[in-house]
Each structure stands twice: as structure tokens, then as C-alpha cells.
Nanobody, 117 residues
Framework: EVQLAESGGGSVESGGSLRLSCQAS????????MAWFRQVPGEEPQFVSS???????LYGDSVKGRFTVSLNNAENTLYLQMTSLKPEDTAMYYC???????????RGPGTQVSVVS
């Protein structure tokens, strides 16, 4: 059974930093894609960033230059280093696992990030 578990969320002041982690288990493919999405209640999910096992990364426009995604392939762990956080970054952040970066099949429960001004 494939499972994803996020950690690292919390409350931080505007301008601060957080590092999110997503541990994947039960999946042994050598090629895959993992991504971060975020969602605010009542709104559609928003793409944050993705990385595949080739090292190709993508970022949403609102986080470019502030967030950095990375993947520890050996440990099946996805990271998101978030800096210069803004109140509008407040959301539930969750990771997704996919066969490719346009074909996700699993998601984690999420971790809450709150940025206070």
C-alpha cells in the first residue's frame, strides 16, 4: 500500500521560513514524480512545485524564487524549503505521487502552514 506522510508545517511570522517533508512508502518504482499542492478552504487546489527522478523541477508563479523543491530518491522523501513566507502562503500543503508529473495517483493528508503578519 502506497502511503504519503507530510510533516514540518506550523505557524511562522511573515518573512520566515519552513521546511516541509513528505515521506513516501510502499512504492519502489525507479522513475516517478512528486509534487506539492496547497489548498485554502473553499478554493481550488493550487500547484506549488514538482520534481521528478530526472531532477526536473517546476514551480508555480507565486512561489518562484522563494521556494525550493528537492527529492531524496534513496529515501523516497520530498522536501519543500519555503523562505520569505507571506500571509497568502497560508494553506494546507499536501504532497502527491505520480507515474509522471501529469499523472498523480496518490496524495498525503497534508500539513498546515500558517503565516502571520
Amino acid at each position: 500500500e502506497v502511503q504519503l506522510a507530510e510533516s514540518g508545517g506550523g505557524s511562522v511570522e511573515s518573512g520566515g521560513s519552513l521546511r516541509l517533508s513528505c515521506q513516501a512508502s510502499g512504492y519502489t518504482a525507479s522513475r516517478y514524480c512528486m509534487a506539492w499542492f496547497r489548498q485554502v478552504p473553499g478554493e481550488e487546489p493550487q500547484f506549488v512545485s514538482s520534481v521528478d527522478t530526472d531532477g526536473t523541477t517546476l514551480y508555480g508563479d507565486s512561489v518562484k524564487g522563494r521556494f525550493t523543491v528537492s527529492l531524496n530518491n534513496a529515501e523516497n522523501t520530498l522536501y519543500l524549503q519555503m523562505t520569505s513566507l507571506k500571509p497568502e502562503d497560508t494553506a494546507m500543503y499536501y504532497c502527491r505521487l505520480g507515474f509522471a508529473c501529469d499523472y498523480y495517483f496518490e496524495r498525503g493528508p497534508g500539513t498546515q502552514v500558517s503565516v502571520v503578519s
